[in-house]
């Protein structure tokens, strides 16, 4: 009963250096989600997904890159980490639109 | 003008009280509105759903939409320390293509 599963949850990065976040959802759902949460300033979209194929910016998408390898999963890349991209990362997937998002359980992301 | 907006507070209530949350909203083609609960440190979860103008009961959780105003509210009745966490107001912003938006949040901080 895994849900929504993000890998890693902690990491640590020096300026410049690239990598990837990795999500999966094991509940078929068609539509998934990159969202940053720095504090107050709430859940920022970065870029999402509706279906397996598509991918479209969200909010804040600069910086960032994803692919939607198949319907289940839905990567995160940064290409050159920057101190400003120090947040916690939630991925999230829902069945259609008008449904519930999951959410991943984070990962917490420091650059320095 | 951010999408979805919300009051950060916090909002303190006493024990047993009614917590009144509130969120306005800029597209008025939004289709689905959401409000969900997050504890520090942990995922967003679910609270509850509404879709159509009026008020939606569940339990001590009742959301209220009015589209014409364009803004959406969560009422706790009976409110408990266990309330205490962030409510973040959310909106599918494009029903077509499930553009899932978020607001600040709004901290409750439930006083025994």
């Known amino acids: 009963n895994a849900g929504v599963t993000q890998t890693p949850k902690f990491q640590v990065l020096k300026t410049g250096q690239s990598m990837t976040l990795q999500c999966a959802q094991d509940m078929n759902h068609n539509s998934m989600y990159w969202y940053r949460q720095d504090p107050g300033m709430g859940l920022r979209l970065i870029y999402y997904?509706?279906?397996?194929?598509?991918?479209d910016k969200g909010e804040v998408p600069n910086g960032y890159n994803v692919s939607r390898l198949n319907k289940r999963e839905f990567s995160l890349r940064l290409e050159s980490a920057a101190p400003s991209q120090t947040s916690v990362y939630f991925c999230?997937?829902?069945?259609?639109?008008?449904?519930?998002?999951?959410f991943g359980q984070g990962t917490r992301l420091t650059v320095v | 003008q951010k999408e979805v907006e919300q009051n950060s507070g916090p909002l303190s209530v006493p024990e047993g009280a009614i917590a009144s949350l509130n969120c306005t909203y800029s597209d008025r083609g939004s289709q689905s509105f959401f409000w969900y609960r997050q504890y520090s440190g942990k995922s967003p979860e679910l609270i509850m759903f509404?879709?159509?103008?009026g008020d939606k009961e569940d339990g001590r959780f009742t959301a209220q939409l009015n589209k014409a105003s364009q803004y959406v509210s969560l009422l706790i009745r009976d409110s408990q320390p266990s309330d205490s966490a962030t409510y973040l107001c959310?909106?599918?912003?494009?029903?077509?293509?499930?553009?899932?938006?978020f607001g600040t949040g709004t901290l409750l901080a439930v006083q025994p």
């Open positions: 999230a997937s829902s069945a259609s639109p008008n449904t519930e998002a999951f």
């Open positions: 509404i879709y159509s103008n």
């Open positions: 997904s509706a279906s397996e194929g598509t991918t």
């Open positions: 959310a909106v599918n912003s494009d029903g077509a293509t499930n553009k899932l938006i």
